[in-house]
């Protein structure tokens, strides 16, 4: 669906609005802002408030844009900076691992958010199975093997992005930081969002995953988190619908290794 002329218009959106590609389709340009739904204005208005704070180091971020009368969401829409970048085709996985890290060094110190025990939508009961928060699906085996080898660590939770794998955008002059979209906030480990990208990586894009583990090797607790990253996206797959669950195949064979 397109956002309405009105809307890109109350956040200063110029021209006709052109759809972006990746993600779920739903993201359109709109001259300086990109404009998407906004599935949870409270979440959205939390972001508004902390990601100005953030001092980027290594990265730029997508800030959130108010409408021209002060709104953060316009009829169901809200919109951010358009940053310079594209997704690569290769991925840049090493290169995603570092923004990462700097990333959460930089919102190391941010608040634990309310909405997030508010939260149902599949990503967020797929994050509490992985953390034994939420009783699992039945009927994966790939997903019970990834449980009976899960165990307790102990490490301090922060705010993560939990989507970091196809949210950073790279630009043409290697100079320019990578940008980080689309902030996905979660209270978890600052490794688990490593981990999510190593799992991300080989799952959808066939990643080897030799380098990754090596780019991974000082995130404590790695092997565990890793399995947790897993059961996260699988879970998540699983309550998506998904029938074909063979891509997870090989990630879930290399965290059966690694926590064995």
């Not at 634990?112 to 199975?129: E, K, Q, T």
């Not at 897993?230 to 998904?242: C, N, P, W």
């Amino acid at each position: 669906m397109e956002p309405p002329g009105y809307v890109c218009e109350a956040f200063g959106g110029v021209g006709g609005a052109v759809r972006l590609g990746g993600g779920e389709g739903r993201s359109w340009l709109a001259g300086a802002v990109v404009l998407k739904p906004c599935d949870d204005p409270v979440e959205w208005a939390w972001l508004a408030d902390v990601l100005p704070t953030v001092v980027q180091d290594g990265f730029r971020l997508a800030l959130p844009v108010r409408a021209f009368d002060g709104r953060w969401e316009v009829d169901g829409w809200c919109a951010q900076l358009a940053v310079e970048g594209v997704h690569p085709p290769d991925g840049r996985w090493l290169q995603v691992l570092v923004v990462s890290a700097k990333l959460h060094a930089a919102i190391a110190q941010l608040w634990r958010p309310a909405f997030i025990d508010a939260r149902v939508h599949p990503w967020s009961i797929g994050d509490r199975v992985a953390w034994a928060e939420a009783e699992p699906p039945y009927g994966s085996d790939l997903l019970d093997h990834l449980l009976s080898v899960r165990r307790h660590v102990e490490l301090p939770s922060q705010v993560i992005h939990g989507d970091l794998s196809g949210n950073v955008l790279f630009a043409e002059d290697p100079a320019t930081p990578p940008a980080v979209i689309d902030v996905t906030p979660y209270w978890r480990p600052a490794g688990l969002a490593s981990a999510i990208v190593v799992a991300d990586a080989m799952v959808w894009r066939g990643a080897e995953p030799g380098p990754l583990l090596g780019a991974c090797g000082q995130v404590a607790e790695f092997p565990q988190l890793f399995v947790r990253a897993l059961i996260y996206r699988l879970v998540t797959s699983i309550l998506f619908g998904a029938d074909d669950l063979s891509a997870y195949v090989p990630a879930v064979e290399l965290a059966l290794r690694l926590a064995g």
